[in-house]
């Protein structure tokens, strides 16, 4: 299952650059082969040199949040923010380092794994909107997803871009938070 972390890291960095057609396979190839969908093999027709240029990049601010963005709005009743690591680093241990232990304040626990089955395919619409809302995480509210370094959240972030929540992955995460500590955060 932890495979599946860095898929969602690249779906949320090629939204970040502006690409708006992003799409991640589940299941993978094993998936794809099993539905017994067309495969090719052999040489493949030459690629054609890309036309992007630096200059074609165009951020999208509005699938990131940092220590300010946070800050501005934290304690509003329209964020909700969810911590997706362990639950033993939500309530303080520090297996990666950073300087301090614990959590945003406000912000829920909901490990990444918990969206998905053992099998790694993400839970039914029906059971992930049963998870959010028992913690009263609901489409009216703008949702920070963040872990320690951007990457188990980005999973997250890609369930909740699948049920259509407008989500921010704070990719600086738990290492950026502990590192200024001028910032809250909270140990229970």
């Known amino acids: 299952m932890t495979r599946g972390a860095p898929m969602g890291v690249f779906f949320w960095?090629?939204?970040?650059?502006?690409?708006n057609k992003v799409i991640i396979l589940?299941?993978?190839?094993?998936?794809?082969?099993?539905?017994?969908?067309?495969?090719?093999?052999?040489?493949?027709?030459?690629s054609v040199k890309s036309l992007l240029t630096a200059k074609d990049i165009r951020l999208n601010p509005d699938v990131s949040a940092d220590q300010q963005w946070i800050m501005e709005r934290l304690g509003s009743k329209n964020l909700a923010i969810i911590d997706n690591r362990t639950r033993e680093e939500y309530y303080?241990?520090?297996?990666?380092?950073?300087?301090?232990?614990g959590h945003i304040p406000t912000a829920v626990h909901i490990h990444w794994p918990d969206f998905f089955?053992?099998?790694?395919?993400?839970?039914?619409?029906n059971e992930l909107l049963n998870i959010l809302n028992q913690f009263?995480?609901?489409?009216?509210?703008?949702?920070?997803?963040?872990?320690?370094?951007?990457?188990?959240?980005?999973?997250?972030?890609?369930?909740?871009?699948?049920?259509?929540?407008?989500?921010?992955?704070?990719?600086?995460?738990?290492?950026?938070?502990?590192?200024?500590a001028k910032l809250p955060i909270e140990l229970s």
């Open 92 to 101: 303080g241990a520090n297996p990666y380092g950073s300087p301090r232990g």
């Open 136 to 180: 009263n995480i609901t489409y009216e509210k703008e949702v920070i997803v963040y872990c320690t370094g951007g990457v188990r959240s980005a999973m997250a972030y890609f369930v909740l871009r699948h049920l259509g929540y407008k989500v921010r992955n704070y990719d600086g995460s738990w290492w950026d938070w502990s590192q200024n």
């Open 117 to 125: 089955l053992t099998n790694g395919y993400m839970k039914s619409k």
């Open 26 to 46: 589940e299941g993978g190839l094993e998936s794809w082969k099993t539905s017994k969908s067309k495969l090719e093999f052999g040489q493949g027709k030459p």
């Open 13 to 19: 960095m090629f939204e970040r650059f502006g690409f």
